[in-house]
């Protein structure tokens, strides 16, 4: 079945039906990602302590977040990301200019990032799980499983889309029209929305959950 | 973002971003440089939402292009914003309502105490 895609801007709306379509998702992303702030906020609220006892029957307690979570790892993965939505939004801008090659060194660059982080996010993951701390251990944990393991799962949606359009997706660029290339290059621009966006939540994920 | 930007105009956001990108790398460092000072809670969120504030600004500004976008993509964002603030108003009236009952709740039973 042939799917009606356009790219030319709507008379009424004055953007393409894409590019409305990825941001009221963004919009009801927004809703997601702020209803687990607002749990964050108000359990945080109503904490005695912050972190908090991190072992039942012991004494163990935590004063500050970043004596439980690992703060330059978490920094490292900041960059990461930051660096991975430059070579996205440079993936697009090659694409403008003509220059599939480049368009795919950067968008392979991008999922590599992307990989990357996950796989500092595991190593994350695994020191918790070593000293027994989980998301059921209290409520710091939880919110930092909660809020980070979606965050996670976003990125790895980004990561299949993306290595879509790495791969098997740019027989569409290939099939060589103006129209076929400018189809493609909506679908990164689309693509690149997503990804900035998560790229964004983890801007504000990162100083609220381990640095403060 | 406009279709009819020309290969000049290409060039010249490609200089915007690696800009915007050492901008964000910056404030990384800053905002973790800042949370090792250990200032006391109030003061260390109020900076880092403010640094953190201004990097998603920069993202969404230029790599996502909000600042040459139609208008339609900015009245959804602030419908966006509008039902988050509403819903963080809703959270905290219940909360406030909550303190109210626990407050009522005490002053009950230490009436039928004494």
């Known amino acids: 079945m042939q799917i009606p895609y356009e790219v030319t801007a709507r008379p009424d709306t004055g953007v393409n039906n894409a590019k409305l379509g990825i941001w009221l998702f963004l919009a009801s992303e927004v809703m997601l990602f702020g209803g687990l702030f607002a749990a964050y906020v108000f359990l945080r609220i109503g904490a005695d302590a912050w972190p908090g006892m991190m072992m039942y029957g012991t004494e163990t307690m935590a004063e ?10 978490a920094t490292l993965n900041t960059m990461i990301l930051i660096a991975s939505s430059v070579t996205m939004v440079m993936a697009w801008a090659s694409l403008k200019m003509d220059r599939f090659n480049r368009y795919k060194l950067y968008m ?10 996950l796989v500092v996010k595991g190593f994350e993951y695994g020191d918790k799980f070593d000293h027994h701390w989980y998301a059921s251990t209290n409520n710091f944990l939880g919110v930092y499983f909660v809020l980070t393991g979606l965050h996670a799962i976003h990125v790895t949606g980004g990561i ?3 290595a879509y359009f790495w791969g098997p997706g740019t027989k569409l660029w290939k099939q060589g029209t103006a129209r076929d290339k400018a189809h493609f290059t909506n679908r990164i621009e689309v693509a690149g929305l997503y990804w900035h966006f998560v790229d964004l939540v983890w801007i504000f994920l990162f100083p609220t959950i381990y640095l403060i | 973002m406009a279709e009819e930007m020309t290969l000049e105009d290409v ?7 690696i800009t915007v990108f050492i901008a964000l790398a910056v404030l ?7 949370s090792y000072l250990h200032m006391p809670f109030t003061p260390a969120l109020l900076v880092a939402l403010a640094i953190a504030t201004v990097k998603a600004a920069l993202v969404a500004l230029y790599f996502m292009h909000l600042i040459s976008e139609k208008q339609v993509i900015l009245w959804v964002l602030l419908s966006a914003a509008i039902f988050l603030i509403g819903m963080f108003a809703l959270f905290l009236g219940a909360q406030a309502d909550q303190e109210d009952i626990a407050v009522l709740t005490k002053l009950i ?4 105490v004494a």
Not at chain 1, 64 to 73: F, K, M, S, T, W
Not at chain 2, 28 to 34: C, I, L, P, Y
Not at chain 2, 109 to 112: A, Q
Request: proline share 2%; charged share 10%; no cysteine.
């Open chain 2, 28 to 34: 990384t460092v800053v905002t973790v440089a800042v």
């Open chain 2, 109 to 112: 039973l230490s009436s039928h």
């Open chain 2, 11 to 17: 060039k010249k956001h490609v200089k915007v971003y």
């Open chain 1, 160 to 162: 299949l889309v993306n």
């Open chain 1, 108 to 117: 392979g660059l991008t999922i590599l990032l992307a990989l990357g982080f």
């Open chain 1, 64 to 73: 500050r977040a970043d004596q439980i979570l690992n703060v330059p790892l």
